[in-house]
């Protein structure tokens, strides 16, 4: 899933039986595609930020296509016996995959932006990557020590860094406003990036948007409620708020 490395890739084997990498790689091909393709997101995010060997419009743009392969290669495996139908969109669009797929497409068809809007993306991709690694050396045995500590470093922040995600989803409508203003982005990304944040919302899978959702309106709340807060600043607030909380999803009862 996009936003938890829960592990929905094929498992590793059970036992102290150790494979090559070769039968490893050999009998989960797929998997190790995908792992290419989330490296290749980090890597060229990481140039996009910082263009020692590219420049930083090509990173950006082989970022999300790298992507664009993880999000479809991962419908592959979740959603089977697709048509050109209804149905079908909402089994692609219900699954995580299907939101980034959405995503990647929106901001590869407008000029690129900052890395900002290449965060989530990467967040999860490095997340997802450390625990392919993990079954890699669980079954192998050939990551290097200092691999393994980094890995291991990283995985122990997790929900901090899912968290970091979920904030950045929520800010990039933001900057999207401000960017259709400044006339880089069209007039219609903030709608299309509307559906892709009411997806995350309502996932099932993914509940770190909804948490950071009611965090933002907690500190809202405490902001307006604290006493230097001027009587206009609270009124934008809470009409700020107001306007949130009718746009987002109804969630069904528990």
């Known amino acids: 899933m996009e936003g938890a490395a829960d592990g929905n890739e094929s498992p590793a084997p059970e036992g ?15 998997d190790a595609g995908i792992f290419l ?3 290749s997101t980090v890597v060229h995010g990481f140039l996009a930020a910082f263009p020692l060997l590219l420049s930083p419009a090509h990173a950006y743009q082989r970022c999300l296509i790298s992507y664009v392969g993880v999000s479809a290669f991962r419908l592959s ?14 089994r692609i669009f219900g699954e995580d995959s299907g939101h980034y797929l959405l ?15 290449l965060m989530p993306i990467i967040l999860f991709s490095l997340l997802h990557s450390i ?3 993990r079954k890699l050396n669980e079954a192998t045995g050939v990551v290097p020590g200092f691999v393994q500590q ?7 922040r997790q929900q901090q860094l899912l968290m970091a995600a979920a904030n950045t989803e929520i800010i990039i ?3 999207i406003i401000m960017a259709v203003f400044g006339g880089t982005f069209g007039i219609f990304v903030p709608f299309m990036y509307y559906r892709f944040l009411s997806m995350r919302y309502s996932s099932q899978r993914n509940p770190y948007c909804r948490h950071a959702f009611t965090n933002m309106r907690m500190l809202a709340d405490y902001g307006c409620a604290h006493p230097s807060c001027p009587a206009l600043v609270q009124r934008a607030i809470q009409a700020v708020v107001r306007t949130v909380e009718r746009l987002a999803p109804q969630q069904p009862a528990a």
């Not at 494979?19 to 009998?27: K, T, W």
């Not at 048509?83 to 909402?90: A, I, V």
């Not at 980094?150 to 122990?156: H, K």
Request: charged share 10%; proline share 3%; hydrophobic share 45%.
């Open 16 to 30: 102290n039986v150790r494979q090559s990498l070769l039968e490893y790689v050999s009998g989960k091909r797929l």
């Open 37 to 39: 393709l989330r490296l």
């Open 77 to 90: 495996q979740r959603v089977t016996g697709l048509g050109l139908n209804s149905e079908s969109m909402q």
């Open 103 to 117: 995503y990647c497409l929106i901001f590869a068809m407008q000029p690129p932006g900052g890395i900002v809007f």
């Open 131 to 133: 625990t392919y690694i």
């Open 150 to 156: 980094a890995t291991a470093y990283i995985s122990a």
């Open 173 to 175: 409508m933001v900057m």
